[in-house]
């Protein structure tokens, strides 16, 4: 039941900016067990991540405050399996490069059946890892994102939300998720991606973006 937030503006804006929007889909998506945020900065993903809240969480007002960007990945933790509440598997993942960070939510169906592929490479439990460690080969082999995140989706199978950050600022998300779906919309001059709260109504609109145009569900892969 985790959540997540992209943002992309036409120049750098400090993560103070959309932190108030954070603070509120943590809130309202009952994100309460780890949070995490990847930019880039000199052409590398940056990453900062806690296990606990981000309303909590002193980053937040300190050194995190004045991080600029052009583009952030935020996401909030509720694991299906709460034996998986560490660091290690706290999101967003990064490459050994740090060219690209990744974020899921959702389950995967054929996790067990894969994870023994992997067992060398997770320091973590969670299913999303084993995504992590897929998207890593495909991208390797000079698989696009987009083609990258949907290859995974259709290995792993279950719902299914992912997204990446890479180096170059590029933000792709793919949505297969049919109890989250995964809305593209704007927000004055921000291009934004956000999950709707487990709430398949209008709540995420009412109560954290009002003021939200062009809004769309996004169905398979966009990249903002």
Same mark, same amino acid.
């Given at each position: &039941?985790?959540?997540?937030? *992209?943002?992309?503006?036409?120049?750098?804006?400090?993560? %103070?900016?959309?932190?108030?929007?954070?603070?509120? &889909?943590?809130?309202?998506? %009952?994100?309460?067990?780890?949070?995490?945020?990847?930019? $880039?900065?000199?052409?590398? /993903?940056?990453? @900062?991540?806690?296990? !606990?809240? &981000?309303?909590?969480?002193? *980053?937040?007002?300190?050194?995190?405050?004045?991080?600029?960007? #052009?583009?952030?990945? /935020?996401?909030?933790?509720?694991?299906?399996? +709460? %034996?998986?509440?560490?660091?290690?598997?706290?999101?967003? =993942? $990064?490459?050994?490069?740090?060219?690209?960070? =990744?974020?899921?939510?959702?389950?995967?169906?054929?996790?067990?059946?894969?994870?023994? #592929?992997?067992?060398?490479?997770?320091?973590?439990?969670? #299913?999303?890892?084993?995504?992590?460690? &897929?998207?890593?080969?495909?991208?390797?082999? !000079? $698989?696009?994102?987009?083609?990258?995140?949907?290859?995974?989706?259709?290995? +792993? !199978?279950?719902?299914?939300?992912?997204?990446?950050?890479?180096?170059?600022?590029?933000?792709?998300?793919?949505?297969?998720?049919?109890?989250?779906?995964?809305?593209?919309?704007?927000?004055? #001059?921000?291009?934004?991606?956000?999950?709707? +709260? @487990?709430?398949?109504?209008?709540? +995420?609109?009412?109560?954290?973006?009002?003021?939200?145009?062009?809004?769309?569900?996004?169905?398979?892969? /966009?990249?903002?």
């Amino acid at each position: &039941m985790c959540e997540v937030l *992209a943002v992309r503006w036409p120049e750098p804006r400090p993560f %103070s900016v959309l932190a108030g929007w954070a603070r509120a &889909m943590e809130y309202y998506g %009952s994100g309460r067990f780890g949070w995490g945020v990847a930019w $880039v900065a000199g052409g590398q /993903v940056q990453v @900062h991540l806690d296990l !606990g809240q &981000m309303a909590e969480d002193p *980053a937040v007002g300190q050194e995190l405050a004045t991080v600029e960007s #052009d583009r952030f990945l /935020v996401h909030f933790r509720r694991p299906t399996l +709460l %034996s998986t509440i560490q660091m290690a598997d706290t999101q967003p =993942f $990064v490459s050994r490069e740090k060219n690209f960070a =990744f974020v899921h939510n959702g389950l995967f169906k054929e996790r067990d059946a894969v994870r023994p #592929d992997y067992a060398g490479r997770l320091k973590g439990g969670a #299913d999303s890892e084993i995504g992590f460690c &897929m998207l890593q080969d495909f991208i390797d082999d !000079g $698989v696009s994102a987009s083609d990258a995140l949907a290859m995974v989706a259709g290995k +792993l !199978g279950g719902n299914a939300n992912l997204a990446t950050l890479d180096g170059t600022g590029a933000v792709t998300v793919y949505s297969r998720h049919e109890t989250n779906r995964f809305w593209r919309f704007t927000d004055g #001059d921000a291009q934004i991606a956000a999950t709707e +709260l @487990h709430s398949p109504d209008d709540s +995420l609109f009412r109560l954290i973006f009002p003021d939200a145009s062009a809004r769309s569900v996004i169905h398979e892969s /966009v990249r903002l």
